[in-house]
């Protein structure tokens, strides 16, 4: 069982940077992928980009690529989700969430509660 907590939520303006971080406990994120979705009012929830814990490149939406960056920080079993060149529309709720790196991309099994993220214009 694994327990995500997101942290690093806010408000900020358009242009600026919010880093979002996401930590495990219970187990370590070893052998899972870790991803971020986000959800707006009215929208969907959509994939914003993913990292399989023990290596590899990471993945992400085309409307926040070059913009947002994930990076992993092995000592405290934590993800992150560097927000830069924030935009309006970038306004949403963000979650992580972890899967089994060897399962389905698309089914993630545990999720954390989820960071409020409001950019103004």
């Known amino acids: 069982q694994v327990q995500l907590v997101e942290s690093g939520g806010g408000l900020v303006q358009a242009g600026g940077s919010l880093r979002l971080s996401c930590a495990a406990s219970?187990?370590?994120?070893?052998?899972?992928?870790v991803g971020w979705f986000r959800q707006a009012p009215g929208k969907e929830r959509e994939f914003v980009g993913g990292v399989i814990w023990s290596g590899g490149s990471s993945n992400y939406a085309d409307s926040v690529k070059g913009r947002f960056t994930i990076s992993r920080e092995y000592a405290k079993n934590t993800v992150h989700l560097q927000m830069n060149s924030l935009k309006v529309e970038d306004t949403a709720v963000y979650t992580c969430?972890?899967?089994?790196?060897?399962?389905?991309?698309?089914?993630?099994?545990?999720w954390g509660q989820g960071t409020q993220v409001t950019v103004s214009s």
């Open positions: 969430a972890a899967r089994d790196a060897g399962g389905r991309p698309d089914i993630y099994t545990y």
């Open positions: 219970g187990r370590t994120f070893s052998t899972y992928a």
